[in-house]
C-alpha cells in the first residue's frame, strides 16, 4: 500500500457511490454500495497496509498514531475529492480502518427521499429535535438536510458540535460555527457551555453520548434554543427511555416532565432496499409532540405514543415506521418480505391487507 493506491481506492468510493471503505487485515478492501460489502479487486491486506492508512489519516491531523491505540474516530480530506468519517480501531491485534465516505454537497429533502415534513419540523422555533436509529442508517444524512434547510432560510446563528466534523456547512442566510472534540473543544458537555455564550439561535449536537451532554442538550432546549442531535434508538418510545435512563432513578421522574415540555420531534430512520435491489429507500417514523404524545411522556405511557402518531398522519404529517413500509409497499419501491424485516410489527402483512 502507497499513497497512490490508497487516493485510487478513495477515489472509486465517490465514483462508485459508495457508502463505506474497510481496510482490514487478510482480506482485500470492502466496499459497501446500497447495502451490500463487495470485495475489493486487490490483493488481502497485510499488516503493514492498515498501518498506512492509520498513519496517513493521522498525519493529515498532524498527529502520531498511540503505540496503545484501541479505538478513535476522525476524519479524512482527500483534496479534490471529498470527504470521509474514520474510525480506526484494534482487532486481533492488528489496527482496521473504516471510513464513511461524507458526500460532497448536503442533498434536500426531495433528493434523499425524505417527506417535506422535515421542513416544517425543522420551523420550528425553540425545543429538542431528535434524528435516531442504527449505526449506517442515515441519520448524519438527515440531520445534515434538516440543517441545510435551515441554514437557507433563517437568519441564524448556528453551531455544530462534531466528533468528528462531517459534512461542511457554508454560510447562506445563516452563520454556521462548525467545532471539532478534540480539536477545537475538549468534549461535548464543555462545548455546550460554551455555545450558550456564543449567542446561538441553532445547536447541533452530533449525538448525545453520555448523562452531561444530554443534560446539556435539554437545558439548552428549555432555554429557548433550538437544539438537534442523533441517539441510537429505532423510535420515540426507546429515545425518551434512552434519555431517561442516563440519569440516576430519583432524577427520571424530573426529566420525564422536562422532556415532555421540550422535546419537539423524533425522526426515526432505517434504510431498506428497493425492489430492484439497485437503491436504498428511507423509511421513517415521524413524531411530532403534541399535547397527547407530551402527557404520554409526562406520565410515563409510552406505549400509547404510537397509536397517536398514527392518527397525526392527516394533520400533522406523522407516521409509524408501518404505515410508511406500507406505503412503499403499495407503491411498488420495496418488496413485502424487505418490509417485514425491517417491522417491528408482527402483523404487518394484515395492515397491508387491511389499510
Do not use: W
Not at 465514483?15 to 474497510?22: N, P, Q, Y
Request: proline share 4%.
Amino acid at each position: 500500500m502507497d499513497q497512490a493506491i490508497l487516493n485510487q481506492i478513495l477515489n472509486i468510493a465517490f465514483e462508485k457511490k459508495v457508502s463505506d471503505i474497510h481496510f482490514e487485515v487478510d482480506n482485500p478492501p470492502l466496499f459497501r454500495a446500497r447495502g451490500h460489502l463487495i470485495r475489493g479487486k486487490l490483493a488481502n491486506l497485510t499488516k503493514q497496509d492498515t498501518e498506512f492508512v492509520a498513519n496517513t489519516v493521522m498525519e493529515q491531523h498532524k498527529r502520531k498514531l498511540p503505540d496503545d491505540l484501541k479505538e478513535f474516530d476522525t476524519s479524512y480530506t482527500l483534496p479534490n475529492v471529498g470527504r470521509f468519517r474514520v474510525s480506526i480501531f484494534r482487532q486481533r491485534g492488528n489496527l482496521g480502518v473504516v471510513m464513511r465516505v461524507i458526500p460532497h454537497q448536503i442533498s434536500s429533502f426531495e433528493q434523499l427521499n425524505l417527506p417535506s415534513v422535515l421542513g416544517r419540523i425543522a420551523q420550528v422555533p425553540n425545543g429538542l429535535i431528535l434524528v435516531t436509529g442504527p449505526t449506517g442508517n442515515g441519520k448524519s444524512t438527515t440531520l445534515a438536510s434538516m440543517m441545510k434547510y435551515i441554514n437557507d432560510t433563517f437568519d441564524y446563528n448556528i453551531i455544530t458540535i462534531e466528533d468528528p466534523i462531517e459534512f461542511l456547512f457554508t454560510s447562506s442566510k445563516s452563520c454556521v460555527i462548525q467545532r471539532e472534540v478534540g480539536i477545537d473543544t475538549e468534549s461535548f458537555n464543555v462545548a455546550l457551555r460554551s455555545a450558550m455564550r456564543m449567542n446561538p439561535d441553532v445547536i447541533m449536537v452530533g449525538e448525545m453520548r453520555d448523562l452531561e451532554t444530554v443534560d446539556a442538550c435539554v437545558k439548552a432546549a428549555e432555554t429557548g434554543h433550538l437544539v438537534l442531535s442523533t441517539l441510537h434508538t429505532h423510535n420515540t418510545a426507546s429515545s425518551v427511555n434512552r434519555i431517561v435512563g442516563y440519569f440516576p432513578p430519583d432524577a427520571q421522574e424530573n426529566v420525564r416532565q422536562r422532556l415532555a415540555e421540550c422535546l419537539t420531534a423524533v425522526v426515526s430512520i432505517r434504510l431498506i432496499r428497493g425492489k430492484t435491489g439497485e437503491s436504498i429507500l428511507p423509511v421513517l417514523e415521524i413524531m411530532y409532540a403534541t399535547t397527547a404524545i407530551k402527557a404520554c411522556i409526562r406520565d410515563n405511557k409510552l406505549d400509547e405514543i404510537e397509536q397517536y402518531i398514527e392518527k397525526g398522519r392527516d394533520e400533522y404529517g406523522m407516521q409509524t415506521m408501518d404505515q410508511h413500509l406500507i406505503q412503499l409497499c403499495r407503491d411498488e419501491l420495496i418488496t413485502l418480505d424487505e418490509a417485514k424485516r425491517i417491522s417491528r410489527s408482527k402483523d404487518l402483512e394484515r395492515k397491508l391487507m387491511f389499510s
